[in-house]
């Protein structure tokens, strides 16, 4: 097979896919002949290079991709592009509990919305790596799907639990699941009170602390955040979503973990804090009086400069007046 051969790209494709596709192709083709590179069979090195020295969005760089792929596979070739590694959890059989727990205590867990966004990646995170459900199983959990007692079950799969709060897979869902009922309701006030790091505990485990029933409101408990902490009812989070949220968890864990300061946070004194409430009125009506001071002042600074500005103003017309004088003669 030649390169210029047209390999069939399956029936999923419309016709002006399988077209922008061929396009993405022939230029890689045409850049591989330019460069010295061989187009087919092309290593991973060379198609990296190409994408490099080509950037697009993520979707153009997805069907550059499958454009290659798909001229390889109708050659024979092996598939010429590595699967990319640790995007999901390992499977049940090869579990990593340690590298869970690791995630779980270094993901957020108040503030918004950081805090929200960190609780919904923590279930997500539960899901995926400690019950090792798939993408689309995770995507459709629902409340009825969860039983909380003394044990916590999904899918009636048993969560797991550790020793310390901050990494406890119970408590990452049950923190999920006191809010995910004011977010799916746009209780964002009920949302942003429950992540208020002033009262905040990671002493304690929340997953042995009494669980309110609101969470059940939600139709689904995997809900897609907006940066504003805002939930996209009635659409699953993607799997490309879950895809992308795995990765950059991980790495977040290794490379910089946030350390979050939590508790009651001392307010400076005032002198204002000992004063009775006759006291404060007394106060209230000094400032009520130096405001106006000041706005007599601005009003004299403002007047001043009218009259400066219509000084000028004459003078200029005086002196104009001068100049055109001293010119006719």
């Known amino acids: 097979m030649t390169p210029k051969t047209d390999p069939k790209l399956g029936p999923e494709f419309r016709p002006d896919t399988e077209l922008l596709l061929e396009a993405h192709w022939g230029r890689f083709v045409a850049w591989c002949t330019v460069t010295g590179h061989e187009p087919l069979p092309a290593t991973a090195a060379t198609i990296e290079h190409f994408l490099t020295q080509f950037p697009g969005a993520a979707s153009t760089q997805r069907l550059r991709r499958h454009a290659i792929r798909a001229h390889h596979l109708a050659a024979g070739l092996a598939d010429p592009i590595p699967p990319v590694q640790a995007r999901v959890w390992p499977r049940r059989e090869a579990p990593d509990r340690a590298a869970v727990e690791t995630v779980l205590a270094a993901i957020p867990k108040y503030r918004y919305p950081i805090g929200l966004r960190g609780r919904r990646d923590a279930f997500l995170i539960v899901l995926l790596g400690a019950l090792h459900l798939t993408r689309g199983q995770a995507r459709i959990v629902a409340p ?186």
């Open 144 to 329: 009825d799907d969860v039983a909380v007692t003394s044990i916590i079950r999904i899918r009636g799969q048993v969560v797991p639990s550790s020793d310390e709060p901050a990494s406890c897979p119970a408590c990452a869902v049950t923190r999920w699941l006191r809010i995910v009922g004011s977010v799916w309701t746009g209780f964002r006030s009920d949302a942003i009170r429950l992540l208020d790091p002033t009262r905040g505990n990671l002493d304690q485990h929340d997953c042995e602390q009494p669980l309110p029933g609101e969470w059940r409101r939600a139709e689904q408990l995997l809900l897609p955040l907006d940066v504003h902490g805002w939930a996209r009812t009635g659409v699953a989070l993607s799997g490309r979503s879950m895809t992308s949220i795995i990765p950059r968890r991980r790495d977040a864990a290794a490379k910089d973990p946030i350390v979050e300061v939590l508790g009651a946070v001392a307010r400076q004194p005032s002198r204002f804090d000992a004063l009775t409430l006759q006291e404060t009125y007394t106060e209230l009506g000094a400032t009520d009086a130096a405001v106006d001071a000041a706005l007599e002042r601005l009003a004299a600074v403002w007047s001043d400069a009218q009259a400066l500005d219509t000084d000028i103003e004459h003078a200029a017309i005086v002196r104009k007046s001068e100049i055109t004088t001293d010119t006719d003669r």
